[in-house]
């Protein structure tokens, strides 16, 4: 029987099962609620290695100490102080989590939020290297946080671009405005710079819309997975 010819991009699937799709994927982000060890087991077996979402800057709405009277709309989530204990013991006690049930890494989302909060900064930075400690060799990815640069360089395995080429709005799927597309070919430029492998993540719902993504991505030699905007198609 012939092997199923692995993609180098990384996925994200943001829902649950669908793991005969997933074992086209060398990695794959997946939400720690949607898989159980058994299932993640069947896709380390297939060379499929499990990564775990993890958010550092954001938070559901359940009311937490550690939240700031400030929310990002888009997704109906609560800006978090980093730096807050309880925050940082949540956050490591999650990735505990995930190792113990087999993920092999995580990926980790809103640190972007430092553009807002320029003073988090090095809290983050100090999380992120706490999550380091605990992974150990395990993979470690982040979602553009440029603004922690050049020290994020040294505790991740790589940075994802989102929205490199496309994105959504509350008015549906665009091609980034020119001034967006040089912005994030810049930072591609400067994390090409540093040891690290880089991925596109883009947003389509028309193929003349998906083809452009994946088209530019390839252009400047970054694997990218396309996707929904709630990252449920795979």
């Avoid at 087991?41 to 009277?69: C, F, K, M």
């Avoid at 109906?76 to 505990?96: F, G, I, K, M, Q």
Wanted: proline content about 5%.
């Amino acid at each position: 029987m012939f092997g199923i010819c692995k993609s180098k991009a990384l996925a994200f699937y943001y829902g649950r099962g669908r793991l005969s799709r997933l074992y086209r994927y060398a990695k794959v982000v997946l939400q720690t609620w949607a898989y159980t060890p058994q299932e993640l087991q069947i896709l380390r077996s297939r060379q499929t290695l499990p990564l775990a979402y993890l958010s550092l800057g954001e938070d559901q709405l359940v009311p937490s100490p550690w939240h700031r009277n400030a929310r990002n709309l888009d997704w109906n989530t609560v800006y978090v102080d980093p730096s807050h204990p309880d925050w940082v013991r949540s956050r490591l006690d999650e990735a505990r989590r995930a190792v113990e049930m087999g993920f092999e890494g995580l990926f980790l989302d809103t640190l972007d939020t430092v553009t807002l909060y320029p003073q988090d900064r090095g809290a983050l930075l100090e999380l992120i290297t706490q999550l380091r400690q605990l992974l150990g060799s395990r993979l470690l990815y982040a979602n553009r946080g440029f603004h922690l640069l050049p020290e994020l360089s040294g505790l991740v395995n790589g940075v994802v671009l989102e929205s490199f080429s496309t994105t959504w709005t509350p008015w549906g799927y665009r091609v980034l405005p020119a001034h967006e597309l040089e912005y994030n070919l810049s930072h591609l430029f400067r994390l090409q710079g540093y040891a690290l492998e880089i991925y596109a993540l883009d947003y389509a719902d028309q193929f003349w819309l998906e083809g452009y993504a994946r088209l530019r991505a390839m252009y400047y030699g970054l694997p990218t997975f396309v996707s929904n905007r709630d990252l449920t198609r795979i």
